[in-house]
């Protein structure tokens, strides 16, 4: 079974960083893409930067210049580095990623359980 399991969230000040991680577990044959979403309350999810399996990213414009994806594929994480954090990044952050299994050939994305992120001012 196939997991991702987020840690990092938690409550800090404007201005302030923090550094979230998603560790993938199970039986993985490949990982692809990975992505960071984020989901405020009242508001849709929005997809905040995504790197793909040979490092190469994309951000969401509100985040561009704050924050920094990453992963370690020895680790099978990812990671999401953020900085300039303002009261409108307070959401609940999850990770996913596009995972091949061993026992299949299909491609799915899986998803962790999110954590949250409170940004005061």
């Known amino acids: 079974q196939v997991q991702l399991v987020e840690s990092g969230g938690g409550l800090v000040q404007a201005g302030g960083s923090l550094r979230l991680s998603c560790a993938a577990s199970g039986s993985i044959f490949r990982i692809g893409d990975m992505y960071w979403y984020r989901q405020a309350p009242g508001k849709q999810r929005e997809l905040v930067a995504q790197i793909t399996i040979g490092g190469n990213t994309n951000y969401a414009d509100s985040v561009k210049g704050r924050f920094t994806i990453s992963r370690d594929n020895t680790k099978k994480a990812v990671y999401l580095q953020m900085g300039g954090l303002r009261p409108e990044d307070t959401a609940v952050y999850s990770c996913?990623?596009?995972?091949?299994?061993?026992?299949?050939?299909?491609?799915?994305?899986?998803w962790g359980q999110g954590t949250q992120v409170t940004v005061s001012s």
């Open positions: 996913a990623a596009d995972i091949r299994p061993f026992i299949t050939t299909q491609i799915t994305t899986y």
